[in-house]
Protein backbone atom coordinates (compact mmCIF):
# COMPACT_ATOMS: atom_id res chain seq x y z
CA UNK A 1 0.00 0.00 0.00
CA UNK A 2 0.82 3.45 -1.03
CA UNK A 3 -1.33 5.09 0.91
CA UNK A 4 -1.39 4.85 5.00
CA UNK A 5 -3.76 5.79 7.44
CA UNK A 6 -4.12 9.75 8.06
CA UNK A 7 -4.35 10.84 11.52
CA UNK A 8 -6.10 13.96 10.61
CA UNK A 9 -8.79 12.03 8.97
CA UNK A 10 -9.40 9.76 12.46
CA UNK A 11 -8.99 13.44 14.07
CA UNK A 12 -11.93 15.14 11.98
CA UNK A 13 -14.37 12.32 12.61
CA UNK A 14 -13.73 12.30 15.95
CA UNK A 15 -14.19 15.86 16.02
CA UNK A 16 -16.98 15.50 13.74
CA UNK A 17 -18.97 13.63 16.93
CA UNK A 18 -17.42 16.22 19.66
CA UNK A 19 -18.79 19.30 17.86
CA UNK A 20 -22.47 17.48 17.15
CA UNK A 21 -21.62 18.53 13.81
CA UNK A 22 -21.96 15.11 11.43
CA UNK A 23 -19.97 14.84 8.23
CA UNK A 24 -22.83 14.87 5.77
CA UNK A 25 -22.50 12.40 2.70
CA UNK A 26 -23.87 13.05 -0.26
CA UNK A 27 -26.20 10.66 -1.80
CA UNK A 28 -27.12 8.42 -4.63
CA UNK A 29 -25.46 7.99 -7.98
CA UNK A 30 -26.72 5.06 -9.83
CA UNK A 31 -30.54 5.71 -9.41
CA UNK A 32 -30.02 9.85 -9.90
CA UNK A 33 -28.22 8.81 -12.89
CA UNK A 34 -30.61 6.43 -14.05
CA UNK A 35 -33.64 9.30 -13.31
CA UNK A 36 -31.35 11.51 -16.09
CA UNK A 37 -31.29 9.05 -18.95
CA UNK A 38 -29.04 6.82 -18.31
CA UNK A 39 -29.55 3.34 -18.52
CA UNK A 40 -27.73 0.69 -16.41
CA UNK A 41 -25.41 -1.99 -17.51
CA UNK A 42 -27.12 -5.40 -16.88
CA UNK A 43 -24.21 -6.70 -15.15
CA UNK A 44 -22.21 -3.47 -13.41
CA UNK A 45 -24.69 -1.23 -13.20
CA UNK A 46 -24.15 2.92 -13.22
CA UNK A 47 -20.52 2.25 -13.38
CA UNK A 48 -20.51 1.37 -16.74
CA UNK A 49 -21.54 5.47 -16.86
CA UNK A 50 -17.97 6.26 -15.82
CA UNK A 51 -16.86 5.09 -19.72
CA UNK A 52 -20.18 6.10 -21.29
CA UNK A 53 -21.31 9.19 -19.70
CA UNK A 54 -18.02 10.82 -17.86
CA UNK A 55 -19.38 14.04 -18.07
CA UNK A 56 -23.26 13.87 -16.24
CA UNK A 57 -21.16 11.55 -13.54
CA UNK A 58 -18.39 14.48 -13.14
CA UNK A 59 -21.65 16.61 -13.15
CA UNK A 60 -23.83 14.41 -10.07
CA UNK A 61 -20.95 14.42 -8.16
CA UNK A 62 -20.69 18.63 -8.57
CA UNK A 63 -24.22 18.79 -7.38
CA UNK A 64 -23.74 17.09 -4.71
CA UNK A 65 -20.98 19.16 -3.73
CA UNK A 66 -22.95 22.32 -4.52
CA UNK A 67 -25.91 20.84 -2.03
CA UNK A 68 -23.11 20.65 0.75
CA UNK A 69 -21.95 17.49 1.05
CA UNK A 70 -18.51 17.29 3.22
CA UNK A 71 -17.88 13.47 1.61
CA UNK A 72 -18.51 12.64 -2.11
CA UNK A 73 -19.03 8.71 -2.94
CA UNK A 74 -16.72 7.25 -5.74
CA UNK A 75 -18.56 6.29 -8.59
CA UNK A 76 -17.31 2.49 -8.02
CA UNK A 77 -20.12 -0.04 -6.54
CA UNK A 78 -19.33 -2.36 -9.65
CA UNK A 79 -15.51 -1.65 -10.48
CA UNK A 80 -14.93 -5.10 -8.26
CA UNK A 81 -13.12 -7.76 -10.21
CA UNK A 82 -15.79 -10.10 -9.20
CA UNK A 83 -18.59 -7.48 -11.31
CA UNK A 84 -15.88 -7.05 -13.87
CA UNK A 85 -15.71 -10.73 -14.59
CA UNK A 86 -18.97 -11.76 -14.60
CA UNK A 87 -19.85 -8.92 -17.17
CA UNK A 88 -18.27 -10.20 -19.74
CA UNK A 89 -16.52 -6.33 -20.73
CA UNK A 90 -13.01 -6.17 -21.57
CA UNK A 91 -12.28 -3.56 -19.06
CA UNK A 92 -8.80 -3.73 -16.77
CA UNK A 93 -10.22 -3.38 -13.20
CA UNK A 94 -7.10 -0.90 -12.03
CA UNK A 95 -7.88 1.30 -15.04
CA UNK A 96 -11.47 1.40 -14.46
CA UNK A 97 -11.05 2.09 -10.77
CA UNK A 98 -8.27 4.58 -11.31
CA UNK A 99 -10.78 6.12 -14.22
CA UNK A 100 -13.81 6.30 -11.53
CA UNK A 101 -11.80 7.91 -8.81
CA UNK A 102 -10.31 10.67 -11.23
CA UNK A 103 -13.94 12.08 -12.05
CA UNK A 104 -14.21 12.51 -7.95
CA UNK A 105 -11.01 13.99 -7.70
CA UNK A 106 -11.64 16.30 -10.65
CA UNK A 107 -15.11 17.12 -9.23
CA UNK A 108 -13.50 18.16 -5.48
CA UNK A 109 -10.56 20.01 -7.13
CA UNK A 110 -9.47 22.92 -4.79
CA UNK A 111 -12.48 22.07 -2.58
CA UNK A 112 -12.00 20.58 1.34
CA UNK A 113 -13.77 17.76 0.33
CA UNK A 114 -12.89 14.07 1.16
CA UNK A 115 -13.59 11.12 -1.32
CA UNK A 116 -15.09 7.79 0.01
CA UNK A 117 -14.28 4.93 -2.59
CA UNK A 118 -16.87 3.06 -2.39
CA UNK A 119 -16.32 -0.68 -2.26
CA UNK A 120 -19.55 -3.10 -2.37
CA UNK A 121 -20.13 -6.65 -1.97
CA UNK A 122 -18.08 -8.85 -3.97
CA UNK A 123 -21.75 -10.23 -5.55
CA UNK A 124 -24.98 -8.75 -5.62
CA UNK A 125 -25.28 -6.62 -2.29
CA UNK A 126 -28.62 -9.07 -2.01
CA UNK A 127 -27.58 -12.41 -2.37
CA UNK A 128 -28.00 -14.45 0.40
CA UNK A 129 -25.94 -17.86 -1.00
CA UNK A 130 -22.40 -17.27 -2.10
CA UNK A 131 -21.15 -18.22 -5.48
CA UNK A 132 -17.52 -17.51 -5.83
CA UNK A 133 -14.99 -19.17 -3.23
CA UNK A 134 -13.63 -17.82 -0.20
CA UNK A 135 -9.86 -17.22 -2.18
CA UNK A 136 -11.79 -15.26 -4.83
CA UNK A 137 -13.73 -13.33 -2.04
CA UNK A 138 -10.78 -12.07 -0.49
CA UNK A 139 -8.62 -11.51 -4.07
CA UNK A 140 -11.49 -9.72 -5.14
CA UNK A 141 -11.54 -7.07 -1.91
CA UNK A 142 -7.61 -6.98 -1.51
CA UNK A 143 -7.78 -5.88 -5.27
CA UNK A 144 -10.23 -3.50 -5.47
CA UNK A 145 -9.82 -1.66 -1.91
CA UNK A 146 -5.98 -1.52 -2.80
CA UNK A 147 -6.99 0.19 -6.40
CA UNK A 148 -8.75 2.34 -4.29
CA UNK A 149 -6.72 4.13 -2.31
CA UNK A 150 -3.75 3.98 -4.86
CA UNK A 151 -5.88 5.86 -7.13
CA UNK A 152 -6.60 8.54 -4.46
CA UNK A 153 -9.12 8.18 -2.12
CA UNK A 154 -8.83 9.49 1.55
CA UNK A 155 -10.71 6.24 2.77
CA UNK A 156 -13.15 3.41 1.97
CA UNK A 157 -16.61 3.47 2.29
CA UNK A 158 -17.49 -0.30 2.19
CA UNK A 159 -20.97 -0.29 1.78
CA UNK A 160 -24.02 -2.72 2.13
CA UNK A 161 -21.93 -5.38 3.66
CA UNK A 162 -24.21 -8.42 5.54
CA UNK A 163 -22.06 -11.18 4.61
CA UNK A 164 -20.11 -11.66 8.41
CA UNK A 165 -17.17 -13.48 6.89
CA UNK A 166 -16.74 -11.22 4.11
CA UNK A 167 -17.10 -8.13 6.82
CA UNK A 168 -14.52 -9.37 9.14
CA UNK A 169 -11.78 -10.03 6.13
CA UNK A 170 -12.34 -6.51 5.18
CA UNK A 171 -12.17 -4.86 8.22
CA UNK A 172 -8.76 -7.32 8.97
CA UNK A 173 -7.56 -6.06 5.93
CA UNK A 174 -8.06 -2.40 6.13
CA UNK A 175 -6.78 -2.56 9.84
CA UNK A 176 -3.71 -4.85 9.17
CA UNK A 177 -2.95 -1.90 5.74
CA UNK A 178 -3.13 0.96 7.94
CA UNK A 179 -6.16 1.74 5.59
CA UNK A 180 -8.77 4.02 7.08
CA UNK A 181 -12.60 2.57 6.85
CA UNK A 182 -16.22 3.17 7.32
CA UNK A 183 -17.87 -0.50 7.62
CA UNK A 184 -21.35 0.00 6.31
CA UNK A 185 -24.22 -2.80 7.32
CA UNK A 186 -27.10 -3.62 5.37
CA UNK A 187 -29.67 -6.56 7.53
CA UNK A 188 -33.17 -7.39 7.62
CA UNK A 189 -36.35 -5.71 9.16
CA UNK A 190 -35.44 -8.34 11.85
CA UNK A 191 -31.98 -6.96 12.54
CA UNK A 192 -29.83 -9.98 10.91
CA UNK A 193 -27.64 -9.80 8.76
CA UNK A 194 -28.30 -12.21 5.17
CA UNK A 195 -25.48 -14.69 6.57
CA UNK A 196 -27.37 -15.13 9.58
CA UNK A 197 -26.28 -12.81 12.73
CA UNK A 198 -27.68 -10.81 14.42
CA UNK A 199 -26.59 -7.23 13.80
CA UNK A 200 -25.83 -6.32 17.77
CA UNK A 201 -23.55 -9.18 17.84
CA UNK A 202 -21.85 -8.13 14.33
CA UNK A 203 -20.69 -4.58 15.91
CA UNK A 204 -18.66 -5.30 18.35
CA UNK A 205 -16.42 -7.59 16.24
CA UNK A 206 -16.12 -5.06 13.82
CA UNK A 207 -15.07 -2.45 16.31
CA UNK A 208 -12.20 -4.25 17.09
CA UNK A 209 -10.72 -3.53 13.94
CA UNK A 210 -11.27 0.85 14.70
CA UNK A 211 -13.36 1.52 11.91
CA UNK A 212 -13.97 5.48 11.07
CA UNK A 213 -17.42 4.45 11.87
CA UNK A 214 -19.73 1.85 11.67
CA UNK A 215 -22.56 2.95 8.75
CA UNK A 216 -26.02 1.81 8.31
CA UNK A 217 -27.08 2.02 4.62
CA UNK A 218 -29.62 1.11 2.54
CA UNK A 219 -32.31 0.51 4.97
CA UNK A 220 -35.69 2.11 5.33
CA UNK A 221 -36.23 4.62 7.51
CA UNK A 222 -39.02 2.48 9.62
CA UNK A 223 -36.51 -0.50 9.71
CA UNK A 224 -33.81 1.88 10.84
CA UNK A 225 -36.22 3.18 13.59
CA UNK A 226 -36.66 0.50 15.29
CA UNK A 227 -32.80 0.03 15.84
CA UNK A 228 -31.90 3.36 17.04
CA UNK A 229 -32.92 3.20 20.47
CA UNK A 230 -30.23 0.53 20.39
CA UNK A 231 -27.09 2.80 19.34
CA UNK A 232 -24.38 3.56 21.65
CA UNK A 233 -24.17 7.32 21.14
CA UNK A 234 -20.52 6.36 22.67
CA UNK A 235 -19.68 4.45 19.16
CA UNK A 236 -18.51 6.26 15.79
CA UNK A 237 -21.34 5.79 13.77
CA UNK A 238 -23.49 7.03 10.39
CA UNK A 239 -26.79 6.24 8.67
CA UNK A 240 -27.70 6.65 4.80
CA UNK A 241 -31.53 5.10 4.15
CA UNK A 242 -32.54 3.94 1.59
CA UNK A 243 -35.34 7.03 -0.30
CA UNK A 244 -36.33 4.84 -3.06
CA UNK A 245 -39.22 3.14 -4.57
CA UNK A 246 -39.38 1.15 -7.27
CA UNK A 247 -41.13 1.54 -10.73
CA UNK A 248 -41.42 -2.16 -11.95
CA UNK A 249 -42.56 -1.31 -15.29
CA UNK A 250 -39.35 0.73 -16.35
CA UNK A 251 -36.66 -0.75 -13.97
CA UNK A 252 -35.78 2.15 -12.33
CA UNK A 253 -35.66 3.24 -8.54
CA UNK A 254 -37.67 6.54 -8.21
CA UNK A 255 -37.55 8.79 -5.07
CA UNK A 256 -39.95 7.55 -2.61
CA UNK A 257 -39.41 10.07 0.36
CA UNK A 258 -39.17 13.65 -0.15
CA UNK A 259 -36.15 15.56 0.69
CA UNK A 260 -38.26 17.28 3.42
CA UNK A 261 -39.78 14.24 4.96
CA UNK A 262 -36.52 12.51 4.85
CA UNK A 263 -35.01 15.37 6.58
CA UNK A 264 -37.52 15.61 8.94
CA UNK A 265 -37.05 11.66 9.59
CA UNK A 266 -33.17 12.24 10.65
CA UNK A 267 -33.37 15.02 12.91
CA UNK A 268 -34.63 12.95 15.93
CA UNK A 269 -31.36 10.82 15.10
CA UNK A 270 -29.06 13.44 15.71
CA UNK A 271 -29.63 13.32 19.69
CA UNK A 272 -26.80 10.37 19.36
CA UNK A 273 -24.62 12.27 17.91
CA UNK A 274 -23.66 10.42 14.34
CA UNK A 275 -19.95 11.10 12.86
CA UNK A 276 -22.10 11.53 9.48
CA UNK A 277 -25.24 11.44 7.97
CA UNK A 278 -26.59 11.11 4.21
CA UNK A 279 -29.15 9.11 1.89
CA UNK A 280 -29.03 6.17 -0.09
CA UNK A 281 -30.91 4.75 -3.08
CA UNK A 282 -33.57 7.11 -4.57
CA UNK A 283 -32.09 10.36 -3.17
CA UNK A 284 -30.48 13.24 -5.02
CA UNK A 285 -28.71 16.67 -4.41
CA UNK A 286 -32.20 18.00 -3.25
CA UNK A 287 -31.93 15.15 -0.15
CA UNK A 288 -28.14 16.74 0.60
CA UNK A 289 -29.44 20.07 0.59
CA UNK A 290 -32.11 19.56 3.42
CA UNK A 291 -29.66 17.66 5.44
CA UNK A 292 -27.56 20.86 4.86
CA UNK A 293 -30.16 22.61 6.25
CA UNK A 294 -31.26 20.71 9.19
CA UNK A 295 -27.38 20.41 10.26
CA UNK A 296 -26.73 24.30 10.00
CA UNK A 297 -29.91 24.66 11.93
CA UNK A 298 -28.69 22.85 14.33
CA UNK A 299 -25.89 24.55 14.87
CA UNK A 300 -27.26 27.53 15.57
CA UNK A 301 -28.98 26.60 17.96
Not at 114 to 121: K, Q, R, V, Y
Not at 203 to 214: C, T, W
Not at 269 to 281: H, Q
Amino acid sequence: MTQKQDTNLNLLFSFAKRVRRPLLLDGAMGSFLQLNGIQPHPTIWMSYANITHPEEVMKAHQAYIKAGADIITTNTFRTNPVSLKSSEEKIICRDFVKRSVNLAKSAVEGKNILIAGSNPPAEDCYQVKRIITKKELQINHAEHIEYLMDSGCNFVLNETQSHLDEILFISKFCSKNSIPFIMSLYFTPELMLLSGENLFDVIPRIEEFVPLAIGLNCISPGTFQRIFHRINADTSWGFYLNCGSRDFESDTIECGISPENYSSAAKPYLRKNPAFIGSCCGSSPKHTKELKKLLDEKNNN
